[in-house]
């Protein structure tokens, strides 16, 4: 009935205005909003890939940030890793080879992005085509995810104002930062200003 919209709801008489956008925008975020299957094949990824790491460098910790720890995570989003550790010179080729060796990952869908920044191995999971991104040493994503877990406490709209806005800017192909959009993270602390500079109707959770 409603297209390209699914996440309408069949027979709901939407409001006018403002309150119907509210009302489609909750719908919306419903909709999107992973199931524990999605949840669980997330979780094997990041179980087959921290295996391999393990396997190499027995010492390093893998640790999940960005949208999957967050809760803030589209179902074409990636998954945010980074891989703690003592090394002389980032392993950015080491893990490619491993993870393309041991069939993680197809060959032509690993990009070793060693010039950005933030060094990082982007690939796509051989078996759910979930896509990873991976970076050495980066604790500050972490610790980044944790502070967002706090606002998300602090303002519970927060979750629905980012998703539906990670979504336009996903249509659009703005939502890379290396190819022009802006990151998940720089879209969160957007979104974190507004509400602290109108804070007017906001619930603040207590618990």
């Known amino acids: ?3 390209g919209c699914p996440w309408r709801v069949r027979d709901y008489q939407y409001g006018d205005g403002i309150i119907g956008l ?3 925008i909750d719908h919306f975020y419903q909709y999107v909003l992973p199931t524990p299957c999605e949840h669980a094949i997330r979780n094997e990824v990041v179980k087959r890939i921290e295996a391999v790491v393990r396997s190499i ?3 390093a910790v893998v640790e999940i940030f960005g949208s999957f720890r967050t809760g803030l995570f589209l179902p074409t989003s990636d998954i945010d890793l980074v891989v703690l550790g003592l090394w002389e010179k980032l392993p950015l080729r080491t893990l490619e080879f491993e993870l393309v060796s041991r069939n993680i990952a197809e060959a032509c869908t690993v990009r070793v992005l060693d010039k950005a920044s933030v060094p990082i191995i982007k690939l796509t999971d051989r078996e759910t085509q979930v896509k990873v991104d991976i970076s050495f040493n980066m604790q500050s994503g972490v610790q980044s995810a944790e ?5 998300k406490r602090d303002y519970p709209v927060l979750g629905k104002l980012v998703l ?6 996903l249509l659009r192909d703005l939502n890379e930062v ?3 959009g802006i990151s998940s993270y720089s879209l969160i602390l957007m ?3 507004f509400l602290q500079l109108h804070p007017r109707g ?3 959770d207590k618990t």
């Open 1 to 3: 009935q409603y297209k």
């Open 22 to 24: 509210h009302e489609e």
């Open 57 to 59: 460098w027995p010492q």
């Open 147 to 151: 502070l967002i877990k706090q606002f």
């Open 164 to 169: 539906v806005l990670k979504q336009f800017l």
């Open 178 to 180: 290396f190819t022009g």
């Open 191 to 193: 979104c974190i200003s």
């Open 202 to 204: 906001i619930c603040h």
